[in-house]
Structures are given as C-alpha cells and as structure tokens.
C-alpha cells in the first residue's frame, strides 16, 4: 500500500473511496491563465444578479448557488460539503450517526432510495430500495435540494415522521411512519447455518476487517472447526473505508492486486495488493460464495471483484449498482470542503465497475420478496444517476438491462417459499449450493 495515502482516512458512502487531501495554496491557485475571461463573465452576472433581480440577494447564497452548480456539472458524486452534508461525512465512518437508516440519492428532483441500511428504523418500517420520496408529513419535497430533504428526515430520536411513497408495482402513492433514531448499525453480523458460515457486512465502517476475522474465528470454534464454507453477504451494502475494504479482501487472499486507483496524472495512481496482514487466508481454503445485489456499491464491488478476478469466491445474486470512482475530500477549513472526483478504481483483472458494475457467476433473484422483480424494472444504478462517468470501455445498455427480464429458472412464488420456511431466497440458495457442491467450488476456485 502507498506510504504516501497510508496516512489518510479514506472513505466512502454509497460515493465511493474518499480520501482526504490537504487544500495547499499552491493548488488552490494553480488556475489556467486562459480561465480569465470565464470568471469574468461569472462576476459579471453576479452583478447583473445583485443589480437587477427582484429581490435582494445573499452574497453567500450567490456564492455557494456558484460552486454547487460548478461541481454538479462533473458528476453526481462531486459536491461542496457544509453544515450537515459534512458532519454525516465525518461522522458515518464511525457507523454511528442520527436518522432513519436510508441511503439516498436525488433522481430527476426528487428522493430515490437506493438502499435501507439493515437494523435502521426505514428498514424495520418497510422502506424498500428503488421508493420515491415525494412528502415529508405532507409536505412535497419535490426539487428540494438533498441536502434539505434529509435535514428534515432528521429529528430528535423517538419522533416520527411520515413519509410518502411511490413504489414500483403500485398504482398509487402511500405513506410510511418511521420512528427516528440514532443508528447505530452493527457493521458485522455473523451465524452458522447447517455447518456454513453466514457473515453479514453491513457497511465498511472501522475495523470491519477485523471483525470479520474474528466472526471467522468464532464460528470455527462453535462448528468444532469443520466449516462446510463462507457466505459473504454484501448486499445493500453502500460502502465504507476502503482502507476496510482491503483489509477484508485480504483475509481471503495471500498474494495478488485487490485493486488498483488511477487518475488523470499516471504517476499519482495507486495498487494495493495481499500483504497477508491477518497472516493467511483466514479461510483456510474452503469455498466462499460473495452475495451481491443493486444496492451492493464502492467498497462492497472492490471485495466481490478482488475475490471474483482472483477465483478465490463465487460471486451469486445480483448485478452491483456500478461505482467505480473515488473521490477525494479537500477540506477548506474546519467547517468547508470540497469532495471531488479524483480517480478511477479497477479490479485485479483491470476491469472497471464503472456503470457496469460487477456481474455476479451466477444470478439469483430474491423471489423470496413479492415486490422484487417489480422494483428490480425500476432499480437505481450508477448507470441511471445524470452526469454519471462514463465507462473508459463502452458498455452495451442491452446487456445492463439484461438483468431485469425474468429468469426461468427462478420460478416460485413468495407464498409457495414461505411455505417452506425461506424469507430470504438468495442466502438459501447460497446455502444450499456450499452444501451441494462445496468441493467442486473450492477445485474451480484454485
């Protein structure tokens, strides 16, 4: 790993890798001469604005309108950052934060959730990836800024708010009152299901590679240390350190890339490879499935395509949501910073998941939910987001749409599975295949 990034925090939300940067001066005024003329053109409209609007105008709200308008023409994922917007930055990678547990995106001016974060009270209230928020206790957020719209989603723990909901499937909008909290979500969970060991990362928040290691440790110890294998469970996973992620790759492998980050300048990109640091593969061999789905993103798809390219995992479920760049936060003072698109992150095989995301071996929908396949038609990717980077290879829209059709093979119903005791289809499935078939997994892998 760089000396030179070893230092920093790096982290991501459903954004991807964020690395702190330091705002040098030298940067800072490191402007191309031939810009002149356009920021005179910006401060004249200023003037223009200050003179003639309608109303009186704030400097400040002028001035931010600027530099918001500015880094949204880049990309989604490059924002300037204050107030609120930085402390859930600052404070998310501690996985300890307030609010009601939804990651969210803006999608043609109004609230998409991408994801319920697991144990959050959206989740415990039935708020499900792919809802549109349209009404904060009746009122209509449409074209708020969201930023806004979730500093209204805040609250003092124990109040409710009452959210309404479009959902793929239905004809007409409801609501959902959501008890607010502060979450406090468990990064990782783990079980042992007919001898599989079942780890559940919710996000990659401090430690968690740790934490996996020592899940690894403990339900070898409870299973008399016969394992049939590893369920990794990835999904609606947003992201997190990808310090964290690394670390958790590397628990599996023993030599080769993780992953590697390359930017505009070649001399700045970066490799991380196995170091080994949890000396070995903590695994000790035996074959892992990788579940992944829509809301899988960033730290989740470096894991699941670091053990894909290495063979060392069976990727199951569904095609990740696609985030493969990194942003780096610069911070401007302690109250003001800037987090900026930086680079592009690719798999030991030099594929980027970019739009594409990471295409799991063997595709699983979760039938086990009625709702799925109605949302899945709907269901947000980096690929859907406006302004998102393109892929550097140009992606075939047929094929990311692909996994939206129906899959024959897949042909129960939510009732007939509930029949028989399965809630979650894909984690049984994955069960069921270690179970099945353990040792073919393990020969294909190596």
Same mark, same amino acid.
């Not at 501690?94 to 009270?121: F, I, N, W």
């Not at 074209?143 to 500093?151: E, I, K, M, R, T």
């Not at 899945?376 to 302004?387: H, N, Q, T, V």
């Not at 899959?407 to 979650?424: H, V, Y």
């Given at each position: 790993m760089?000396?030179k990034?070893?230092s920093?925090?790096r982290?991501?939300?459903l954004?991807?890798?964020?690395?702190?940067l330091?705002?040098?001066t030298?940067?800072?005024?490191?402007?191309d001469?031939?810009?002149g003329?356009?920021?005179?053109?910006l401060y004249?409209?200023?003037?223009?604005v200050?003179?003639?609007?309608?109303?009186?105008?704030?400097?400040?709200?002028?001035?931010?309108?600027?530099?918001?308008g500015m880094?949204a023409?880049?990309?989604p994922?490059?924002?300037y950052?204050?107030g609120?917007?930085?402390?859930?930055?600052?404070?998310?990678?501690?996985?300890?934060y307030?609010?009601?547990?939804?990651s969210?995106?803006?999608?043609?001016?109004?609230?998409?959730?991408v994801a319920?974060?697991?144990?959050s009270?959206a989740?415990?209230?039935?708020?499900k990836a792919?809802?549109?928020?349209?009404h904060?206790?009746?009122k209509?957020i449409?074209?708020?800024?969201l930023?806004d719209?979730?500093a209204?989603m805040?609250?003092?723990?124990g109040?409710?708010?009452r959210?309404?909901?479009?959902?793929s499937?239905?004809?007409?909008a409801?609501?959902?009152?959501?008890?607010?909290?502060?979450?406090t979500?468990?990064?990782v969970?783990?079980k042992?299901?007919d001898?599989?060991?079942?780890?559940?990362?919710?996000e990659?928040?401090r430690?968690?590679?740790n934490?996996v290691?020592?899940?690894?440790?403990?339900?070898?110890?409870?299973n008399?240390?016969? /394992?049939t294998?590893? +369920? =990794?469970?990835l999904?609606q996973?947003p992201g997190? !350190?990808l310090?964290? @992620?690394i670390?958790m790759? %590397?628990?599996?492998?023993?030599t080769?890339d993780?992953?590697?980050?390359?930017g505009?300048v070649?001399?700045?990109n970066?490799?991380?490879?196995?170091?080994s640091?949890?000396?070995?593969?903590?695994?000790?061999? /035996?074959p892992?499935? +990788? =579940?992944?789905?829509?809301g899988s993103?960033?730290? !989740?798809?470096?894991? @699941?395509?670091a053990l894909q %390219?290495q063979r060392?995992a069976?990727?199951m479920g569904e095609?990740s949501?696609?985030k493969g760049s990194?942003?780096?936060?610069?911070?401007?003072?302690?109250t003001?910073?800037?987090?900026?698109?930086t680079?592009?992150?690719?798999?030991p095989a030099g594929r980027?998941?970019q739009e594409g995301?990471?295409e799991?071996?063997i595709r699983v929908?979760?039938?086990?939910?009625?709702?799925?396949a109605?949302?899945?038609?709907?269901?947000?990717?980096e690929?859907?987001?406006?302004?998102h980077?393109?892929?550097?290879?140009?992606?075939?829209?047929?094929?990311?749409e692909?996994d939206?059709?129906?899959?024959?093979?897949?042909k129960?119903?939510?009732?007939?599975?509930k029949?028989?005791g399965?809630t979650?289809?894909q984690?049984?499935?994955?069960?069921?295949?270690l179970r099945?078939?353990?040792?073919?997994?393990?020969?294909k892998?190596?």
């Amino acid at each position: 790993m760089s000396k030179k990034l070893s230092s920093f925090t790096r982290m991501a939300l459903l954004a991807g890798a964020v690395t702190l940067l330091p705002a040098t001066t030298a940067g800072l005024a490191a402007v191309d001469g031939r810009a002149g003329p356009e920021f005179g053109k910006l401060y004249t409209i200023y003037q223009l604005v200050k003179a003639n609007y309608v109303d009186a105008t704030d400097d400040d709200k002028l001035v931010k309108g600027a530099i918001d308008g500015m880094l949204a023409s880049l990309d989604p994922h490059s924002e300037y950052l204050e107030g609120s917007s930085l402390t859930r930055l600052d404070t998310m990678i501690d996985g300890s934060y307030s609010g009601l547990g939804l990651s969210v995106v803006m999608d043609q001016d109004t609230v998409k959730v991408v994801a319920p974060m697991r144990g959050s009270p959206a989740a415990a209230a039935g708020v499900k990836a792919g809802d549109y928020i349209t009404h904060l206790d009746g009122k209509l957020i449409y074209g708020l800024p969201l930023d806004d719209a979730v500093a209204k989603m805040r609250g003092e723990a124990g109040s409710n708010i009452r959210l309404t909901v479009f959902r793929s499937g239905r004809d007409e909008a409801f609501d959902i009152t959501v008890k607010r909290g502060v979450i406090t979500l468990e990064p990782v969970t783990f079980k042992l299901t007919d001898g599989v060991g079942v780890i559940t990362v919710n996000e990659f928040s401090r430690d968690v590679g740790n934490y996996v290691n020592n899940a690894m440790a403990e339900m070898t110890k409870q299973n008399g240390k016969k /394992l049939t294998g590893v +369920v =990794l469970d990835l999904r609606q996973n947003p992201g997190g !350190s990808l310090d964290e @992620a690394i670390a958790m790759s %590397d628990l599996f492998l023993t030599t080769g890339d993780i992953v590697s980050q390359r930017g505009r300048v070649a001399s700045e990109n970066e490799f991380y490879r196995a170091e080994s640091m949890f000396k070995g593969d903590v695994a000790g061999g /035996l074959p892992i499935i +990788v =579940l992944i789905d829509a809301g899988s993103a960033s730290a !989740s798809e470096i894991v @699941a395509g670091a053990l894909q %390219d290495q063979r060392r995992a069976l990727i199951m479920g569904e095609r990740s949501f696609g985030k493969g760049s990194v942003q780096s936060m610069i911070r401007l003072d302690r109250t003001h910073a800037v987090k900026l698109t930086t680079a592009r992150y690719f798999t030991p095989a030099g594929r980027s998941v970019q739009e594409g995301g990471i295409e799991p071996d063997i595709r699983v929908p979760q039938i086990s939910d009625p709702d799925a396949a109605k949302r899945a038609r709907l269901s947000l990717r980096e690929s859907d987001l406006r302004g998102h980077l393109v892929n550097e290879v140009n992606m075939d829209d047929k094929k990311l749409e692909s996994d939206k059709m129906d899959d024959p093979r897949f042909k129960q119903t939510a009732e007939q599975l509930k029949t028989q005791g399965i809630t979650d289809f894909q984690l049984s499935y994955a069960i069921s295949t270690l179970r099945r078939s353990g040792g073919a997994l393990l020969a294909k892998g190596k």
